[in-house]
């Protein structure tokens, strides 16, 4: 699974962000989730494979991105900006670019917004607290939370949050205390409250049930489950282990997949956590002591990634690094089961076929060394009998599976290898052949439009000067950065090539435009390039700093905002159905304009 | 009309220009200053010692200074804007044994219409006004280096009182601090904002500017002052220059202390019972170093600025909309930026173009900018020229030229033509030593001169056939240190030129004047005036 983007803020502003790193671990982003496992942007890319020792092709992993934003954090008309060196906080009127500065406490570092609504959170770090602004307004008084707090997940409804010490963006500090602890917060206007549970080892991102009620923390030992109603005090958190002590080898079943059939009998474990005397809250599935189960588990070795859960909550799905082990965990009954594929997994994403809760509920797995991919039904395909469908392009290199938010296509790609195509699989009539499109550079991410009629595909840059002499045109395209733009339906691409690496990216709510964000601060560039997803025209947006983040407001408010590197604070508005641009620099002191 | 003297010893008042320092008539009764205003076609003379006001009509067959008396202690006093009538701010007295208190006041006299003086009674005892371009407003504050005459009572250096003199009004208006007070302040061209005509004004202080709406007071509606502070990061900034931008609408500031300069952009919000129907905001663009100054260029709808600081070489485009500055490297750091629209050598579409100096450091570089690829091709848009002579005083004239003058005129051949299209620099030589000069520009462009050999030269500097420049000479009964070209004709018909002498510490006048024809000026029909300040002076007492 790749890249879940990104139309706008409302998708990744529900997760506080104030870093970036590069990963090929999985942070459950699936499409109906909120990640909160942080900005991930482009690092290393690798354009081919290299030979082991014993001839046999060792490729690298599939690059997993999620490219999300730096602060400031949009609200549905506001922008909020965390500046932790003035204890304040710059909320920014995006239609009248006026400037309200308030003080929430000390240190107001990290900060999340509610999806599409004027409600911020923000962690002052100077005080463990958390502070609520519901429009230009701190709510109350501070809420404390768990020490080192630096990620805040809010459920979609934006009742509940969810705020957690993540240890990939310590970023350097002595860790102390235990980082086995979050804070559930209820924003209730009026009934506000704090709780602190107890979670398996570092968490490290944290998912919601559709119906808002639960939230699952994704950790190195499980998933801790969080169900809201159950909660009225500090408490520990039942955890569903997806890893166990004493593994039971799977035996892959000879079938071949693409026969259809299952390959494997999932092996089952209750998985069931081990609490010393602490009080488990499991919204009154279970409660009391647990003793681990017998110790039947399907294998050890790496931690499972590429965690997902399934919108009513009731399964979560994950793989292990260089294994063709799919781990079905069922939530409620914490029954673990596995289905071993007959190949390395490289990547997992979740398809939801209906809106309904009867709607099956499928896992696409991807095998990049058989050219497979492999279609799980949940929980179906991991019991005894269960089955699978799959799908072999064996003229193909595809290591990574992208599904959007509505579900209406599954892009095959790859990252790993200078593969310059996608394949584009419309799921609700899969049996048909894919389409296939054929790129002029290799991929580094891949996003789907919200209404999925088109993608941006983000492109890898050779090593060496694009304008050297005496290079063929295909040696300058390697070496040049650019993007295309691909209608998924009739298959049209257009290369976009641009003078600095194009990152990050949003696309509107309405699907009509995706901006990138192009930046080489060496040769001055500053741009904020808009692309008609209609049209598939580029049109430049000079700005006055080096721009490092971007988000979209509300539809309604049709702008984009962009915000850029200053010692005063510097965002540029982008109005993108008038082409207008409205720069406010100097956040500080339009927070003290007295009008 | 419109003239600039560029002898720093003139005390001249550079109409349309905002005030900067304090005036020249500052000091209380006995000061020898006499300060000279020009209205329209005749001429007022300011006597700060008699507290008296002379006004001589040139185009009377017999030459008499009429003359009324000012309120105690006059401070300042200026043509009001647009109209050809005179303002004369006066402190009044505190009550002392024997004397009653007097007001200050602020008087407006029509020495044309010759009504009776215009007196009004002020809040408090201010000690400077500022007017706004068409003349419809003064306001009256407390100038950051006057102290209030006498010295007594308390007041706050923050309250102000704004003169509407089409509703005959003054009302008291207090602006917040940051601690400081006014140094000084500024208006708006007037124009319909968010629906409505209005003027704003801006008051400068060290490190913020005030902003208001001027006319709102007058016209019933309640506007709250918006205070706007420019201090980032905890630096001194003191605000130089203030540029408006009536379309987009914003204010761009220039500030000592500060390498960025201040947008303010105005948006219409929903007035309160007590608010302002507008809502400011600030933009911070950087320009490098501290600017010294700036010019719009581009369609009204979308201007640009253009900034340059002595203190780099390298000129800045800003794009308001945006934020983003483009520096364009510079063969010399200039100063002064002067845009005008016309062709070039290598371009016959009329643009705006840009002339760039360095008065400050007088160099003798001088460049031209052709703005309009500024920002798309800058290493072509910038050329450079070296001229004879360093520059001093810049003058834009019609036609597409421009005077380049010397303060310092004791050396010959520093006085250059520059046909800003063409860029070509012709230079004005004189045979004399040059002692003042003066540019009129308005009813005509023309050069004028005074050598030590009481000759009083002149050249006309736009030539409609371009043949050679017309030049005249007149020899005068002595070198005058005082030259004002009226603007308008008088009413025989004549526009007339108004020289003479000063006073001074070291040659006190008791008003002596020459009136020349300022078309064509000859000895022949010279008329003067002398002795004119102490007219009736028996009648009115001492002198």
């Given at each position: 699974m790749l890249l879940m983007v990104?139309?706008?803020?409302?998708?990744?502003?529900t997760t506080a962000s104030d870093s970036s790193k590069t990963s090929n671990?999985?942070?459950?982003?699936?499409?109906n989730w909120s990640s909160s496992g942080g900005a991930i942007s482009p690092g290393v890319i690798n354009t081919g494979g290299v030979m082991a020792g014993g001839g046999q092709p060792v490729t690298p992993p599939e690059v997993e991105q999620t490219l999300s934003f730096m602060t400031p954090q949009a609200g549905g008309k506001y922008v909020y900006v965390a500046n932790p060196t003035r204890d304040t906080v710059a909320i920014i009127?995006?239609?009248?670019l006026a400037i309200t500065e308030v003080t929430?406490?000390?240190?107001?570092t990290y900060l999340a917004t509610v999806p599409g609504k004027d409600i911020a959170l923000v962690i002052n770090a100077g005080s463990g607290t958390l502070s609520i602004l519901r429009d230009k307004v701190v709510a109350q008084a501070s809420l404390p939370v768990v020490k080192s707090a630096n990620a805040i997940a809010i459920a979609p409804d934006g009742v509940h949050a969810v705020v957690w010490f993540d240890a990939s963006r310590a970023s350097g500090k002595t860790l102390t205390g235990s980082i086995q602890d979050v804070s559930l917060v209820n924003l209730t206007a009026g009934a506000e409250s704090s709780y602190t549970l107890t979670v398996g080892f570092q968490p490290s991102s944290v998912v919601f049930s559709n119906d808002n009620q639960a939230a699952f923390v994704i950790t190195k030992d499980g998933i801790s489950k969080l169900v809201f109603a159950a909660i009225q005090g500090d408490a520990i958190a039942p955890l569903v282990r997806m890893?166990?002590?004493?593994p039971i080898a799977s035996k892959p079943d000879a079938g071949a997949i693409d026969s259809g059939m299952g390959t494997d009998s999932g092996m089952m474990v209750d998985s069931g956590l081990f609490l010393d005397g602490g009080l488990i809250v499991d919204g009154g599935i279970e409660a009391g002591l647990e003793v681990d189960a017998s110790?039947?588990?399907t294998s050890i070795g790496s931690i499972p990634i590429d965690v997902s859960v399934t919108r009513n909550g009731r399964y979560a799905v994950a793989r292990r690094e260089g294994s063709g082990e799919i781990i079905l965990v069922d939530?409620?009954?914490?029954v673990v089961r596995t289905k071993e594929l007959p190949g390395i997994l490289t990547d997992l994403d979740l398809w939801h076929?209906?809106?309904?809760?009867?709607d099956p509920v499928y896992v696409f797995a991807v095998l990049r060394n058989k050219g497979s991919l492999v279609r799980l039904t949940?929980?179906?395909?991991?019991?005894?009998n269960g089955t699978t469908e799959s799908w072999n392009y064996p003229q193909e290199t595809i290591g990574s599976v992208s599904i959007g938010e509505a579900g209406k296509f599954a892009i095959l790609y790859t990252t790993?290898?200078?593969?310059p195509r996608i394949l584009v699989l419309p799921l609700q009539t899969v049996s048909i052949e894919p389409l296939v499109v054929t790129l002029q550079k290799s991929i580094r991410a891949v996003a789907l439009a919200p209404d999925e009629k088109t993608a941006l595909i983000l492109h890898t840059k050779a090593p060496g000067?694009?304008?050297?002499?005496?290079?063929?045109l295909e040696e300058q395209l390697d070496r040049s950065y650019g993007y295309s733009v691909v209608?998924?339906?009739?298959?049209i691409a257009k290369l976009q090539l641009t003078p600095?690496?194009?990152?990050p990216f949003v696309m509107t709510p309405d699907s009509t435009q995706a901006f990138v964000l192009l930046r080489d601060d060496a040769s001055n560039v500053r741009i904020a390039e808009r692309i008609s997803?209609?049209?598939f025209k580029a049109m430049d947006f000079p700005l006055g700093s080096p721009p490092n983040g971007i988000g979209t407001l509300s539809a309604a408010s049709g702008r984009v905002f962009v915000s850029q590197i200053h010692s005063e604070g510097r965002i540029s508005f982008i109005d993108w159905n008038h082409d207008k641009v409205e720069t406010v620099t100097g956040f500080a002191l339009n927070g003290r304009i007295r009008q | 009309m419109k003239y600039l003297a560029l002898v720093a010893c003139l005390p001249l008042v550079c109409l349309g220009c905002a005030e900067?320092?304090?005036?020249?008539?500052?000091?209380?009764?006995?000061?020898l200053a006499l300060q000279t205003i020009e209205l329209g076609d005749r001429i007022a003379f300011v006597d700060t010692s008699q507290e008296r006001v002379f006004v001589v009509d040139p185009g009377e067959s017999q030459l008499v200074a009429k003359h009324f008396a000012t309120h105690r202690s006059p401070l300042q006093a200026e043509k009001r804007l647009g109209k050809n009538q005179l303002l004369v701010l006066s402190a009044g007295q505190l009550e002392e044994d024997g004397e009653q208190a007097q007001p200050t006041r602020l008087t407006l006299y029509d020495p044309i219409m010759g009504n009776s003086p215009v007196s009004l009674d002020l809040p408090g005892r201010f000690t400077r006004f500022a007017q706004s371009s068409d003349g419809k407003f003064a306001i009256l504050y407390y100038g950051e280096s006057n102290t209030v005459s006498g010295g007594g009572g308390l007041y706050n250096p923050n309250d102000l009182a704004v003169v509407d003199w089409d509703k005959g009004m003054v009302h008291t208006r207090s602006i917040g601090s940051l601690g400081s007070k006014p140094r000084e302040i500024v208006f708006s061209p007037r124009t319909t904002l968010f629906g409505r005509e209005r003027t704003l004004a801006v008051v400068l202080a060290s490190n913020y500017l005030t902003l208001f709406e001027v006319d709102a007071q007058a016209d019933g509606i309640v506007r709250t002052v918006i205070t706007i502070p420019l201090?980032?990061?905890g630096k001194n900034v003191m605000p130089q220059k203030i540029l408006f931008d009536m379309e987009r609408p914003a204010i761009f500031v220039l500030a000592e202390g500060s390498d960025d300069i201040f947008q303010i952009s105005l948006d219409a919000t929903t007035a309160t019972s007590k608010g302002n129907d507008f809502r400011a905001s600030l933009t911070l663009i950087g320009v490098g170093a501290v600017p010294s100054d700036a010019a719009f260029y581009g369609p009204t709808s979308d201007q640009k600025l253009l900034v340059v600081s002595p203190r780099q070489q390298q000129i800045v485009a800003i794009n308001p909309s945006t934020g983003q500055s483009t520096f364009i490297p510079a063969p010399i750091a200039v100063d002064r930026v002067y845009v005008f629209k016309g062709k070039s050598p290598r371009d016959s579409k009329v643009e705006d173009r840009a002339f760039l100096v360095n008065q400050s450091a007088r160099l003798s570089t001088v460049m031209f900018a052709d703005l309009a690829t500024i920002e798309n091709a800058p290493s072509l848009a910038v050329e450079s020229w070296t001229i004879s002579s360093a520059v001093g005083e810049v003058t834009l004239l019609s036609q597409g030229l421009a005077l380049l003058t010397q303060?310092?005129?004791?050396?010959?051949?520093?006085i250059s033509l520059v046909n800003?299209?063409?860029r070509t620099f012709p230079p004005i030589e004189s045979g004399g030593r040059i002692v003042n000069t003066w540019v009129e520009t308005g009813a005509r462009d023309r050069l004028w001169t005074t050598s030590d050999n009481r000759r009083l030269n002149y050249v006309d500097l736009v030539n409609p056939d371009k043949a050679a420049l017309v030049t005249g000479e007149v020899v005068l009964d002595s070198v005058p240190s005082m030259l004002i070209p009226l603007p308008k004709a008088s009413s025989d018909g004549h526009r007339y030129l108004v020289v003479g002498k000063t006073n001074s510490s070291n040659s006190p006048s008791f008003g002596d004047i020459t009136i020349l024809d300022a078309d064509a000026p000859t000895r022949k029909t010279a008329r003067s005036l002398k002795g004119?300040?102490?007219?009736d002076s028996l009648e009115r007492g001492q002198p």
């Open positions: 990104l139309f706008g803020m409302a998708c990744s502003s671990e999985g942070t459950g982003s699936g499409p009127d995006s239609i009248t929430p406490g000390d240190g107001p890893t166990l002590a004493n110790p039947v588990a939530l409620e009954s914490k076929s209906g809106s309904k809760e009867t949940i929980p179906d395909s991991f019991s005894a790993a290898l200078a593969v000067n694009a304008s050297a002499p005496g290079l063929s209608n998924l339906t009739g298959g600095a690496m194009p990152d997803l209609s049209s | 900067n320092g304090d005036s020249p008539m500052k000091g209380s009764k006995g000061n201090a980032p990061g303060k310092n005129t004791n050396s010959q051949g520093e800003l299209e063409d004119f300040l102490l007219t």
